[in-house]
């Protein structure tokens, strides 16, 4: 995008922001990890609070700020967002924590056409351990984390709402939308 995607407004709302609110639908304990707080304070809701990514002795990435995340969260399941999903409904994400009581599994994901959508989905705080020794290891992506983990599946009747604003094209199709799409 050659910009922090987590600043770029929809509708006058940037990216994290909306995220933040969808999340605050289903939890009163929400986390944002970054390397940069201090370009979030003013625009995510008060009620998150703002984890500083540690400077790495490794290459950082999504894995790494996760792994960082879990070791400052008190909780069985933690809900894992991208600051990307601009079409995210809560409803959905309430639907999904009903799953959580009866799950088993390390995770619950939505499946797309290419592997498990890590950025969208729930993890039980318990797989820290297994997710330090992959980092260790000096693995960087969930799908090579995942695969040697259980996973539960997460149904989504509309892909839409998984959406993930890569591109400036994509950008120009979400600006087009009406504000509550």
């Not at 600043?7 to 006058?12: A, V």
């Not at 540690?54 to 399941?77: C, E, I, K, N, Y």
């Not at 939505?110 to 330090?132: A, I, N, V």
Request: charge should be negative; include cysteine; aromatic fraction near 6%.
């Amino acid at each position: 995008m050659g910009q922090d995607k987590a600043l770029i407004s929809i509708h006058g709302v940037p990216l994290l922001r909306r995220v933040c609110e969808v999340a605050l639908h289903c939890t009163d304990a929400v986390y944002v990890v970054t390397a940069w707080p201090e370009h979030y304070t003013t625009i995510v809701p008060s009620q998150c609070k703002l984890i500083q990514e540690p400077q790495p002795d490794r290459p950082p990435g999504p894995l790494v700020g996760f792994a960082h995340a879990l070791t400052q969260v008190q909780s069985v399941w933690v809900l894992l967002l991208a600051c990307d999903l601009p079409r995210l409904q809560p409803e959905v994400l309430l639907s999904w924590i009903d799953r959580l009581p009866a799950a088993t599994e390390t995770a619950l994901l939505p499946k797309g056409d290419r592997g498990w959508e890590p950025l969208c989905g729930f993890y039980r705080t318990s797989c820290l351990p297994s997710l330090q020794r992959a980092i260790v290891q000096g693995d960087r992506s969930f799908q090579g984390w995942l695969a040697g983990e259980t996973v539960g599946e997460l149904q989504v009747s509309d892909r839409s709402l998984l959406f993930n604003c890569n591109t400036p094209a994509d950008l120009r199709q979400l600006e087009q939308l009406p504000q509550n799409s």
